[in-house]
């Protein structure tokens, strides 16, 4: 029996996990899938509940998971809560307690999605594309931090750029031994031409790259990389970076494929645990209307059934699922294009269920 912690959040997290649950309900229903879903609170609902965004009891229960499925955190509402106590910082330290360094962010574009990308159909044509991005480390997690007083009235914000060499070492293994069983192509995004890290990361990456001959390495600055994802995103197979480059790129090829609201995540830690959730965040602008698109939530349930579950029959059931409904026409607001009618998060969840429901009734 597989455990899987629903960790539904804030904003739109409730809406698109709620179509999760039902795909995978219906897997355990229809197809004896055997998996235990239990709900628990991260973010800004759980500070609200209890004072912090990642209550003991939620840690306890992620750690004792197979896999854990996030909605989304955060809100305008809590941008003044105190840093410690905001809701990203709940989701910064379930990965880093976790130890969940590897996220691997893929941008697919469904053909029949071609006229929702925000490039023109020709340059996205069978896009697949793979964001290995580094998660605990650099940016987000280096010390010192904070806001210190200079002399008189003046402040001084501060963060620090780190990474040690076998931070750099263990996440260039986990992307090459992904090229390898795709394409065969990396590309190591950096700013190596400013900053002693980005040197660091690109001798690093050298070295991992002598135990995988057969993949060839490229390396590109951060800035050129960000243009040449909007000019010719084909030209990628796997994209390895640090944590906040790998956070903006994946939002720029997010839109590649039509909306972010269809891009999964799979967050590892080397062993088979991990953490599964849609690149995109709580969207408050439309959170309580049946809006939001749940395919990213689901998408991300299906990388779960592949990457941590042993589960690959069941995850390409769902991947087919969404294809179908695709195909079909079915389309929330953020992927609607010309004057076709858009439906809600509720109806796409149902849809997919449907989908899964018409597959099985055919074998
Ligand atoms: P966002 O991703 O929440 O929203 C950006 C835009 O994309 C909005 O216009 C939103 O409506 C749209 N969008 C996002 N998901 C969608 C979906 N499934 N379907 C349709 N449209 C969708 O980013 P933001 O506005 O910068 O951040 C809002 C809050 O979410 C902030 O508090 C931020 O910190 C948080 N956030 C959380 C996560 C996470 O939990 N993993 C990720 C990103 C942002
Ligand atoms: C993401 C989000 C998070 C990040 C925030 C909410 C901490 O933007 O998962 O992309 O920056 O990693
Ligand atoms: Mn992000």
């Given at each position: 029996m597989h455990k899987v912690l629903l960790l539904p959040g804030d904003g739109i997290g409730p809406e698109v996990i709620a179509e999760a649950r039902k795909v995978l309900g219906f897997l355990i229903d229809e197809h004896g899938a055997a998996l235990e879903l239990e709900d628990a609170r991260v973010g800004g609902c759980a500070y609200e509940d209890c004072?912090?965004?990642?209550?003991e009891e939620t840690l306890a229960l992620a750690r004792a998971a197979d896999a854990v499925v996030l909605g989304a955190v955060g809100g305008p509402q809590f941008d003044h809560v105190e840093r410690e106590l905001r809701p990203e910082k709940g989701l910064l330290r379930l990965r880093a307690e976790l130890g969940l360094f590897a996220n691997l962010r893929p941008a697919i574009l469904f053909a029949e999605l071609a006229d929702a990308s925000s490039l023109k159909a020709e340059r996205v044509a069978g896009l697949d594309l793979m964001i290995v991005r580094e998660l605990t480390g650099g940016l987000y997690f280096g010390e010192p931090r904070g806001i210190r007083s200079l002399e008189g009235e003046l402040r001084q914000g501060f963060n620090t750029l780190v990474y040690d060499e076998s931070e750099i070492e263990r996440i260039a293994q986990m992307a090459f031994q992904i090229a390898q069983r795709r394409n065969r192509r990396l590309c190591s995004v950096d700013k190596a031409n400013v900053l002693e890290v980005s040197e660091l990361w690109r001798e690093v990456v050298e070295r991992v790259h002598q135990e995988y001959p057969e993949v060839s390495l490229s390396h590109m600055y951060v800035d050129n990389a960000a243009m040449q994802l909007v000019r010719d995103p084909n030209q990628f197979d796997v994209v390895l970076t640090e944590n906040m480059f790998g956070d903006i790129l994946s939002d720029i090829a997010a839109m590649l494929t039509g909306?972010?609201?269809?891009l999964p995540s799979a967050s590892l830690n080397g062993a088979d645990q991990g953490l599964y959730e849609p690149v995109h965040g709580s969207a408050p602008d439309i959170?309580?209307?049946?809006?939001?698109?749940p395919l990213a939530a689901i998408l991300s349930a299906a990388m779960m059934l592949r990457y941590?579950?042993?589960e690959p029959q069941l995850a390409q059931r769902i991947e087919q699922a969404v294809r179908q409904v695709i195909g079909e026409g079915l389309r929330t607001p953020d992927i609607v294009y010309s004057a076709r009618q858009s439906i809600g998060t509720r109806e796409m969840g149902n849809a997919v269920v449907r989908a899964l429901s018409e597959q099985s009734r055919e074998n």
């Open positions: 004072g912090d965004p990642l209550p909306s972010i609201g269809l959170a309580g209307q049946d809006a939001a698109n941590s579950l042993g």
